[in-house]
């Protein structure tokens, strides 16, 4: 006999009695354990009216009056189970056998039919205790065979579908749910029993469903499969949980959250423009002082020309001579009243909190007009000017007010960096670079220079080594968000007491 072919025990009983009929209805022996097939195909008793006798007329067994008839070849029985307790008929049937028949006498047989009701009773207890955990579980819990039948449920999930249990152990599971087969093949997202048959591993999905009064549900949906010894899948455990109610907690929570912080943002917005608006008054600040003392300048030119021309007219009589002179006069009043106008006009321009307005623009105007704005704030600093400007420079499109913030800021700390060390120059060039069109603008300063762990901090928000009321550390952070706005780069190298240069890289437009 090869592993292949299965052992076959036929197994007839002698006594029809109600253990008879207990022990046909538990096993039916329609069993198939470890390759061997045995069923019981007989049963003998006088009384054909007895409970076992008539179960196994219904289940299609052999049954006879005489136990004898067993014996029969045809009926190639390999094993006769006594289920009467009287001594006379084991002694008989030992005593009258063929050989090739074994016997299991009825006291034998009790020991183990005990034992085995003694399992039976534990596993019973054991798979209540379980089903009351089961149903005890809020989650919609299935047992599913291969071919899409439902096998067992619990009570969360009869529930949850609204049917008994008769309606739904035995059915296919897209007929529990009223939908056709068709549509669980096509389903978006795809169906997870099938996931998991392609995947081999267990699936989890979110699905979303119509309840009562077409309220939208989400399921999450959990499938493992159960893997036979042959490596193919025995039943899939299916489990749901309604997650509506945490989604939406969790939904409620994020607006909750975004409401925060778009109003802490808000907020934050608020100060930051209320301390960069701060920076730059303080900026303005330094820039009025200087621009106090070229103002004051021309308009005492000015006046002293005004004292003139009155004491003339006052000392002698009015020529030809002296309207020469007036009129010369009046020539320096007017270049110095236009100057003290361009200061005046560059100085609001600075001021202003205007958006951001593109045109195109001269960058090395903006650097000599801004220069021009604080040329006493570098006189008091003996602060000297070099220039390297390229006179070939293009117009780049940029916001003439932010762009001069930014050559403002980088002057202002140049003087700073300079101020320590009583005097110092500051190199100012530029160049076009027509392969890349773009316009490079260096700031070279000859001050006490930036430390080198300092470098990854100098744009960042509020971070200044200056004093106590000298900034508020918003300068560079704002020139790099006006150079990053305008589509550039900013790059800084510095040494200590050897100074920092600045480099700062505009594309001609963005």
């Given at each position: 006999m090869t592993d292949n072919i299965p052992s076959i025990i036929n197994i007839a009983l002698v006594g029809g009695g109600a253990l008879c009929k207990e022990l046909?209805?538990?096993?039916?022996?329609?069993?198939?354990?470890?390759?061997?097939?045995?069923?019981?195909?007989?049963?003998?008793?006088?009384?054909?009216?007895?409970?076992?006798?008539?179960?196994?007329?219904?289940?299609?067994?052999?049954?006879?009056?005489?136990?004898?008839?067993?014996?029969?070849?045809?009926?190639?029985?390999?094993?006769?189970?006594?289920?009467?307790?009287?001594?006379?008929?084991?002694?008989?049937?030992?005593?009258?056998?063929?050989?090739?028949?074994?016997?299991?006498?009825?006291?034998?047989?009790?020991?183990?039919?005990?034992?085995?009701?003694?399992?039976?009773?534990?596993?019973?207890?054991?798979?209540?205790?379980?089903?009351?955990?089961?149903?005890?579980?809020?989650?919609?819990?299935?047992?599913?065979?291969?071919?899409?039948?439902?096998?067992?449920?619990?009570?969360?999930?009869?529930?949850?579908?609204?049917?008994?249990?008769?309606?739904?152990?035995?059915?296919?599971?897209?007929?529990?749910?009223?939908?056709?087969?068709?549509?669980?093949?096509n389903s978006d997202p795809a169906c997870p029993l099938m996931e998991v048959i392609r995947t081999k591993r267990p699936v989890r999905q979110v699905r979303t469903t119509k309840g009562h009064h077409n309220k939208i549900h989400h399921i999450e949906v959990n499938v493992y499969p159960v893997w036979e010894k042959g490596g193919k899948i025995s039943k899939f455990i299916h489990i749901g949980r309604d997650i509506t109610k945490r989604m939406e907690e969790e939904e409620e929570i994020t607006r909750r959250l975004e409401k925060m912080v778009e109003e802490r943002t808000r907020q934050l917005k608020e100060t930051h423009e209320k301390l960069i608006h701060k920076d730059k008054m303080a900026s303005l600040g330094k820039l009025s002082a200087s621009v106090v003392h070229e103002i004051n300048n021309p308009i005492a030119g000015i006046l002293n020309l005004i004292l003139l021309i009155k004491r003339i007219i006052g000392e002698t009589p009015v020529g030809k001579k002296e309207m020469v002179e007036f009129s010369r006069y009046l020539d320096l009043m007017e270049n110095e009243t236009r100057r003290t106008s361009r200061i005046v006009s560059y100085l609001l321009a600075f001021s202003r909190q205007n958006k951001m307005e593109l045109k195109p623009l001269n960058l090395n105007n903006l650097i000599e007009h801004t220069l021009f704005l604080n040329s006493n704030l570098l006189k008091i600093n003996n602060v000297k000017i070099q220039y390297r400007l390229d006179k070939y420079l293009p117009d780049i499109v940029g916001s003439e007010d932010q762009l001069q913030q930014v050559i403002m800021n980088l002057v202002s700390n140049a003087v700073e960096s300079v101020e320590s060390k009583g005097k110092g120059v500051l190199t100012i060039a530029t160049k076009y670079f027509p392969k890349t069109r773009r316009v490079i603008a260096k700031f070279q300063d000859t001050g006490v220079g930036i430390p080198q762990e300092n470098f990854t901090m100098i744009f960042e928000p509020f971070f200044t080594t200056k004093k106590q009321g000298k900034g508020v550390g918003l300068g560079l952070s704002l020139t790099y968000g006006i150079v990053q706005d305008h589509g550039g780069t900013i790059h800084v190298d510095s040494k200590i007491g050897k100074g920092t240069t600045f480099k700062i890289d505009l594309p001609l437009r963005h």
């Amino acid at each position: 006999m090869t592993d292949n072919i299965p052992s076959i025990i036929n197994i007839a009983l002698v006594g029809g009695g109600a253990l008879c009929k207990e022990l046909l209805e538990k096993t039916t022996f329609d069993l198939e354990q470890e390759g061997v097939f045995t069923p019981i195909i007989a049963v003998a008793d006088p009384n054909p009216e007895r409970p076992g006798m008539l179960l196994a007329k219904k289940q299609g067994l052999i049954t006879v009056d005489d136990y004898h008839d067993l014996y029969d070849p045809r009926y190639s029985i390999h094993l006769i189970i006594i289920l009467r307790p009287e001594t006379v008929i084991l002694e008989d049937i030992l005593a009258t056998r063929p050989t090739r028949i074994r016997i299991l006498s009825y006291h034998v047989f009790e020991i183990f039919w005990k034992a085995i009701g003694q399992e039976e009773r534990k596993l019973r207890e054991q798979n209540k205790a379980m089903e009351t955990i089961l149903n005890g579980i809020q989650d919609y819990i299935s047992v599913i065979s291969p071919d899409i039948t439902i096998l067992d449920a619990n009570e969360a999930f009869l529930n949850n579908i609204g049917r008994l249990r008769n309606e739904v152990i035995g059915r296919k599971c897209y007929e529990v749910r009223k939908r056709s087969s068709i549509d669980c093949m096509n389903s978006d997202p795809a169906c997870p029993l099938m996931e998991v048959i392609r995947t081999k591993r267990p699936v989890r999905q979110v699905r979303t469903t119509k309840g009562h009064h077409n309220k939208i549900h989400h399921i999450e949906v959990n499938v493992y499969p159960v893997w036979e010894k042959g490596g193919k899948i025995s039943k899939f455990i299916h489990i749901g949980r309604d997650i509506t109610k945490r989604m939406e907690e969790e939904e409620e929570i994020t607006r909750r959250l975004e409401k925060m912080v778009e109003e802490r943002t808000r907020q934050l917005k608020e100060t930051h423009e209320k301390l960069i608006h701060k920076d730059k008054m303080a900026s303005l600040g330094k820039l009025s002082a200087s621009v106090v003392h070229e103002i004051n300048n021309p308009i005492a030119g000015i006046l002293n020309l005004i004292l003139l021309i009155k004491r003339i007219i006052g000392e002698t009589p009015v020529g030809k001579k002296e309207m020469v002179e007036f009129s010369r006069y009046l020539d320096l009043m007017e270049n110095e009243t236009r100057r003290t106008s361009r200061i005046v006009s560059y100085l609001l321009a600075f001021s202003r909190q205007n958006k951001m307005e593109l045109k195109p623009l001269n960058l090395n105007n903006l650097i000599e007009h801004t220069l021009f704005l604080n040329s006493n704030l570098l006189k008091i600093n003996n602060v000297k000017i070099q220039y390297r400007l390229d006179k070939y420079l293009p117009d780049i499109v940029g916001s003439e007010d932010q762009l001069q913030q930014v050559i403002m800021n980088l002057v202002s700390n140049a003087v700073e960096s300079v101020e320590s060390k009583g005097k110092g120059v500051l190199t100012i060039a530029t160049k076009y670079f027509p392969k890349t069109r773009r316009v490079i603008a260096k700031f070279q300063d000859t001050g006490v220079g930036i430390p080198q762990e300092n470098f990854t901090m100098i744009f960042e928000p509020f971070f200044t080594t200056k004093k106590q009321g000298k900034g508020v550390g918003l300068g560079l952070s704002l020139t790099y968000g006006i150079v990053q706005d305008h589509g550039g780069t900013i790059h800084v190298d510095s040494k200590i007491g050897k100074g920092t240069t600045f480099k700062i890289d505009l594309p001609l437009r963005h």
